[in-house]
């Protein structure tokens, strides 16, 4: 048996994070995980594998769409399934790799196994019981079931995200079931590889929460790209048979019911928080009435010496927020101020165009009372993004109308994900949409898009 000052339960990008931070506040930290690699969900079955075949699939696509238009002339080249799974599996290795030195960088234990918390300061993991002072819980989150889904990532025909980065081979067809994150950044990398993609959404939009102004155009751009999308149309089950799968949607506005058959079925309509088996119930740690575990503004649990952080408590399920919860817990374990500023956490669609966005949306800003002015600006106005080929697209800004603050943007269109940390910055440093304006922003970038929709709040964009 050991002893330590701080067990963080799960290695994904919120626990592993909150023990670095820890063992450079000083304090002796061990990790439980009963993966056979660090990085959680994210590095090894999210966001890295994902952003592999996103990359892998976006050159094939320029391959098909604008090398001849740059003078780049040849045959389109073959898809080697394999070699391009081995490319993915080999960007995450380096990376889970990459997060085992950071743990003997810093002497932090990998205690190998899955965690049960067996009271306040007490983690047992297989026959061996260890003593902390403090316990994260840092468990993360897995796909939702959908009511006659049955996923069975083995067979790879009905699959969730994690089934979907290891098809056997590139599908003819595919349906996507939930316009989400998941649904539509692998239901693209599909798209772009040949396979025929209809995606099967509840609402009437796709990406819920998004912008209204995004959600129209990256709608449009996807259905330009191949994607199919039927909205208003809640799944009610899919089977499969013989390597076939038929889903049977329901659709809202007539009540009629309608099937489509498809060589893959990616269930894709949200997640949930990975508790099981933890012994949160046994520990008497309460949980929020949506499963997730409850918790004050500083991270603590109702049990003393109990925290938890990232997709297992309340708020988006990104990895970087936390990340950020992570750092923080692990400030206030060692007795500082840990703080996380919930309204500027950026999301990102990792599409090609990007979509990016930060803090409130038009329809958000407008439910506040508040009066809100939208400074808006085109990519077809923007000299890199043309010579990208990504005209489409614009920056959104939305401002207080009185006092010119920033209170959020949104992005669709080439680097979207890279640009929208300056307004992220903006927003913390409390800034008028005036200061980004005044800002010089090198030419030709990208990024002076969001200068021109600053400026459109003010005295008018140049490029327009
Ligand atoms: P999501 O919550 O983003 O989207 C699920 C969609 O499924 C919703 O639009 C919902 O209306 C729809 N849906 C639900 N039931 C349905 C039914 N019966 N029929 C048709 N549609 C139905 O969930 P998603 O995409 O699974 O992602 C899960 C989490 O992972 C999200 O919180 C997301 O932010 C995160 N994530 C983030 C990424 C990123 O930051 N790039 C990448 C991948 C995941």
Known sequence: MSSYDLIVIGAGPGGY????RAAQLGLKVAVVEGRATLGGTCLNVGCIPS??????????HEAGHNFEKMGLMGELPAIDWTVMQGYKAETVETNTKGI????????IDWIKGWGVIEGPGKVKVGDETHDAKNIAIATGSEP???????????????????GALVLAKIPETMVVIGAGVIGLELGSVYARLGTKVTVIEYLDAITPGMDADIQKQFQRTLTKQGLTFVLGAAVQSATAKDGQATVTYKLRKDDSEQQVEADVVLLATGRRPFLNGLGLE???????????????????????GIYAIGDAVAGPMLAHKAEDEGIAAAEVIAGKAGHVNYDVIPGVIYTSPEVASVGLTEAAAKETGRKVKVGKFPFMGNARAKALFQGDGFVKIIADADTDRVLGCHIIGPNAGEMIHEVCVAMEFGASAEDIAMTCHAHPTTSEAVREAALALGGGAIHV
Request: include cysteine; charge should be negative; glycine fraction near 6%.
């Open 100 to 107: 085992e030195f950071l743990f003997k960088k810093n002497k």
């Open 17 to 20: 994070v909150c023990a670095i």
């Open 51 to 60: 952003k592999a075949l996103l990359h892998a699939s976006h050159m094939y």
């Open 282 to 304: 046994a520990a008497g740690v309460a949980l929020t009435d949506r499963g997730q575990v409850a918790i004050d503004d500083h991270w603590r649990t109702n049990v003393p």
């Open 144 to 162: 939702s079931p959908l009511k006659g889904v049955e996923v069975d990532n083995d067979a790879g025909v009905i699959v969730d995200s994690t």
